[in-house]
Each structure stands twice: as structure tokens, then as C-alpha cells.
């Protein structure tokens, strides 16, 4: 089932909570809805659903008017973060209640409709469940009923609106890899709504990011990551800093420092945002290489340790490093060090009102890794005193 949306828009008085939204999703895809809160996800799943219309625009599956049709003949599959579940009802009744309702012609048989539900719940490893009530079960088996239910009716596409918001981190996971492989089997185009920027990266083929009802991003999870088209999808998708820095011939100045490297294509002289993952911050191996910088504060995450460093000349800014726990013992890093640090790259974007992406500045001897060796302490870190 293909599905393609075309500048659909939606307006609640003069607030336009979803603006000129176009998508093509492919069969079989899971793509996920990525964005903070009001960006108007849950507005476009509604509309697909058929619980809301757009002001303008359409939408086309295989070809096809969807917005022509009742919400009840558009065959979507729905499962919201707080999914009611029939109280009265068996997990068996829930789950065949779709196929109960159906009109007279459109209505298996009792016998049919029990092997597919029997089915349904011993591929979703609830069959155990059949007899319970919903206050029987735990948030993350109640989620897994209402996807059953959902699914029961076979739809073209499944509507997921933070299917688990509800639930805790640790079921989240599990039900994550669950939701996936179950997707995967069945092929069946999928939209998803997440704030959540890791379920996105984890389970999705495609990520749309949105921002105040714009698309402001549609790539691969790995693609949106590692360049990010603005200021607002590189601060939401993971993390960063934002450094102030001028292009000129041969390299970027970044707070006043000199990073050189090849900025052929970028005009001389122009001022642009230069964004910094914590994982492309490194330890530089020489104090002349390197930026200086000074550890303000060393937050240990486990594997990993997360640095807040002030750079030398850069006030009122804070770059979010992250290294190895490793590395950080074996160097005997304390808070308060001076130590110098190489780049390994930064995405630039222009300046308000053009935020849009330059490129990415890859530094020459943006070194720094720990297999470099960091056998000289000395020369690159010195203990304040
Ligand atoms: N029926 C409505 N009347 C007025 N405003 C609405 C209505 N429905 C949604 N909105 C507004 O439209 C905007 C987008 O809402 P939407 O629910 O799509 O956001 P969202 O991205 O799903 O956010 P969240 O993650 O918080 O659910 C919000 O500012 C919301 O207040």
C-alpha cells in the first residue's frame, strides 16, 4: 500500500497546526513522526485516521482518494498511548470485537473469526491471556491486546499514536524490537508517532521531524543524524552545541580559533552556526593542534563519561563532549584540567533568517582518537594549579 500526502494543512482558528505537509510513505514502511509536542504529528495520524479533515490538501493510497472515505471503511488499524480496552470484555472479545461488528456480508463465520483471533494471539504471544480481563494484564500486555485488536482486522495501514507513552522504559525496549519484527512479517505500512527521538532512530525505515506543523526533515534515522538539515532537527535528533564561527579561506575560525581545512565552495568572510556532536569532540594530542579548553564539569554515564568544557576565549558557551570512561582514567582527567581538543567534524548552517545547512567541515588532523596514543600526558593537558 503506497501512500502519498500532499500539502495538507489544518488550521484551528488563525493557528495553523499543520502546514502544507506533503509525504510519500512506500509499502511495507514504518515511518516514523518525529517532534516536540505541538507540532502537529497527532493532528496528521488523526486526519489519515479519518478523525479529523484537513483544510486543504489530499491524500492518495494506491492511487485513491482516502479522504472520500469514513473513518470505518478506510481500514486503518489504530492504537493510541492509552488505548481502551473493552473492561467487560476478554482479551479473546476484544480482540474479535472488530471482526464482530462487521456488516452481515463482511462478517466471518463464529469458527473463522475464532481461528484468527487464536491466531492473532499466539503471534503475539498472548494466547496465555485469551481468558483474562484487561485489569489482569500489565500496561505493556494491554498495549500488545490493542494491537491485536487493531490488526484484527487486517488493515491496509497501522496508526500508531505513542503506542508506548504509557509505559515504562524498560517495557519500551522490549516491546520496541517486538513491535518491529511483528511489522516486518506482516509488511504493512506503518505511521508511527514518537516524541521519542531513540524509538524513532531504533524502529523506523524513514523519520519525518517536524516542527510547528512543517516537515523539517524526512531521511534515513542514520541520514538525519549525521546531517541534520537545520539548527532545530541537529538540536532535537541527539545532541550538540552551537558554535559561532566565520569561514575564510582554508579554514574555519571558531570562537577566534583556527581550524583548517577545506572550505572551497563557501563564500570567504560569511558567518555561519557550526554545530558539534559530543562524540566528534576529541582529545587532541598536542596543545598546538588543538583548541584549548578547560573541564568544567565530568559526568560519569558508565562506558562513557560526558564532559562540559568552557573553550578558551568562547564565553558563555558550553561544548558537550563525550569520551570513553576508559580513556578519561587512564589520562587521569579531573574537572578543572586544561586540556586541548580537535573536532572531528561540524555541520554549518547559515545565520537567521537562512538557517539552512552549508555543509560539513571535516578539520585536517581532526585527530584525537585514543589510538593516537596519548603517551606524552604532558603535551596535551596540563593539571591546573
Ligand atoms: N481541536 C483542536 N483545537 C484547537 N487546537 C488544536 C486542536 N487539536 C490540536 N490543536 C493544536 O494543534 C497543535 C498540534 O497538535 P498535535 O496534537 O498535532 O501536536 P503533537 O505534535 O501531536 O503534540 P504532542 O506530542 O503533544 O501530542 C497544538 O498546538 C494543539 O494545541
Not at 493510541?80 to 472488530?98: D, K, P, W
Not at 518491529?180 to 519525518?208: K, P, Y
Not at 541520514?223 to 538540536?235: C, E, L, Q, R, T
Not at 578543572?336 to 555543509?359: K, M, S
Request: no cysteine.
Amino acid at each position: 500500500m503506497t501512500l502519498e500526502i500532499r500539502q495538507l494543512t489544518r488550521r484551528f482558528g488563525a493557528f495553523v497546526a499543520l502546514d502544507r505537509v506533503s509525504l510519500d510513505v512506500a509499502p511495507g514502511e514504518l515511518v516514523a513522526l518525529l517532534g516536540p509536542s505541538g507540532s502537529g504529528k497527532s493532528t496528521l495520524l488523526r486526519i489519515l485516521a479519518g478523525l479529523d479533515a484537513p483544510d486543504q490538501g489530499s491524500v492518495l493510497r494506491d492511487g485513491e482518494d482516502l479522504l472520500a472515505h469514513d473513518a470505518s471503511r478506510r481500514g486503518v488499524g489504530l492504537v493510541f498511548q492509552h488505548y481502551a480496552l473493552f473492561a467487560h470484555m476478554t482479551v479473546f472479545e476484544n480482540v474479535a470485537f472488530g471482526l464482530r461488528v462487521r456488516r452481515r456480508a463482511l462478517r466471518p463465520g463464529r469458527q473463522a473469526i475464532r481461528q484468527r483471533v487464536l491466531a492473532l494471539l499466539e503471534r503475539m504471544q498472548l494466547a496465555e491471556y485469551a481468558a483474562r480481563y484487561p485489569s489482569q494484564l500489565s500496561g505493556g500486555q494491554r498495549q500488545r491486546v490493542a494491537l491485536a485488536r487493531a490488526l484484527a482486522v487486517e488493515p491496509a495501514m497501522l496508526l500508531l499514536d505513542e503506542p508506548f507513552g504509557a509505559l515504562d522504559q524498560q517495557v519500551r525496549v522490549s516491546l520496541r524490537g517486538w513491535l518491529r519484527d511483528l511489522q516486518r512479517s506482516l509488511g504493512l505500512t506503518t505511521l508511527m508517532v514518537t516524541h521519542d527521538q531513540e524509538e524513532a532512530l531504533q524502529m523506523a525505515d524513514r523519520v519525518v521531524v517536524m516542527h510547528e506543523g512543517r516537515v523539517a526533515q524526512v531521511g534515513r534515522p542514520d541520514a538525519i543524524y549525521d546531517v541534520p538539515a537545520s539548527p532545530f532537527v541537529h538540536g532535537f535528533v541527539g545532541r550538540g552545541t552551537r558554535l559561532p564561527a566565520i569561514v575564510v579561506p582554508g579554514a574555519l575560525l571558531v570562537s577566534g580559533h583556527r581550524l583548517a581545512g577545506d572550505t572551497e565552495g563557501w563564500e570567504p568572510g560569511r558567518e555561519v552556526e557550526a554545530w558539534v556532536r559530543p562524540e566528534d569532540v576529541r582529545l587532541a594530542p598536542r596543545v598546538p593542534w588543538g583548541v584549548p579548553a578547560r573541564i568544567e564539569s565530568l559526568l560519569s554515564r558508565g562506558a562513557t563519561v560526558h564532559a562540559a568544557l568552557a573553550i578558551d576565549g568562547a564565553s558563555g558557551i558550553t561544548l558537550d563532549a563525550e569520551w570513553h570512561a576508559g580513556d578519561v582514567a587512564r589520562l587521569s582527567l579531573h574537572e578543572g584540567d586544561q586540556v586541548a581538543i580537535a573536532f572531528a567534524r561540524l555541520r554549518l548552517y547559515g545565520t537567521e533568517p537562512d538557517p539552512r545547512l552549508v555543509g560539513v567541515f571535516v578539520p585536517h588532523g581532526a585527530f584525537g582518537t585514543p589510538e593516537h596514543g596519548f603517551a606524552d600526558r604532558g603535551m596535551w593537558s596540563q593539571r591546573r594549579v
